[in-house]
């Protein structure tokens, strides 16, 4: 079945450091990959997406490019917040299951100033 | 645009009592997900619905979990008898349909069952 192994976490960072978070991924077919982040206290919002291969997703900084030879969809920022720190999920969705994802466990970010 | 609104924000309520959360998914989505989050077990998927038929339920953990979608713009999630370690925050998620469609998430409902 699918699957998403994210790096573990937690990850802590100075203020202005580079960000890489691992995720890859075990799917069949060709599925969309997705970064999620959640704030303390709220719901899993969407950070960015790609559809296929070789499609970059990128918001806020963030940017993660669709790798179908790794099977990996790393998330970047090249200067990361205070503000940035959140827990950060790799997932993936199928074109079937009525849009089921599967996520990963979720990496803990902390930036310190 | 309205997003996925669940309720109540918060509930605290005895073991043994019934416990019922809701959720209303954004308009024209499909799918409804229920998930819950813990510290120990992460976030788990429990149900979900597409055009308001319950698809995939191996996530419920046993008989007293029940969920329920009677129309497109409205889900329940039923726990009776409550226990302590149902304690968690529950989500619900919806979507539009399509595989690179992502899903929405509610706030959530922090369970506290004691």
């Known amino acids: 079945g699918d699957s998403v192994t994210q790096m573990e976490g937690p990850v802590t960072l100075s203020e202005e450091a580079f960000l890489t978070i691992n995720c890859t991924y075990t799917?069949?077919?060709?599925?969309?990959l997705f970064w999620y982040v959640q704030y303390p206290g709220e719901g899993l919002q969407l950070l960015l997406k790609a559809t296929k291969a070789d499609d970059k997703g990128s918001n806020k900084g963030f940017e993660a490019t669709y790798r179908k030879e790794t099977t990996s969809f790393h998330l970047e920022k090249g200067s990361v917040q205070v503000s940035d720190s959140a827990v950060y999920f790799c997932?993936?969705?199928?074109?079937?299951?009525?849009?089921?994802?599967?996520f990963g466990d979720g990496t803990t970010l902390t930036v310190k100033p | 645009d309205a997003g996925v609104i669940q309720s109540p924000r918060h509930e605290v309520t005895e073991m043994g009592q019934e416990v019922t959360l809701r959720c209303k998914p954004i308009s024209g989505h499909n799918s409804l997900f229920w998930y819950r989050q813990t510290m120990m077990r992460g976030l788990e998927l429990l149900i979900y619905f597409n055009n308001n038929v319950p698809i995939d339920d191996s996530g419920m953990p046993e008989d007293r979990f029940s969920a329920k979608m009677p129309n497109a713009s409205f889900s329940t999630l039923k726990i009776q008898p409550s226990e302590p370690r149902d304690s968690a925050v529950y989500f619900c998620?919806?979507?539009?349909?399509?595989?690179?469609?992502?899903?929405?998430f509610g706030d959530g409902t922090r369970l506290s069952i004691l």
């Open positions: 997932a993936l969705s199928s074109n079937t299951n009525a849009g089921k994802s599967t």
């Open positions: 998620a919806s979507s539009a349909t399509g595989g690179n469609q992502p899903q929405h």
């Open positions: 799917a069949t077919g060709y599925p969309s």
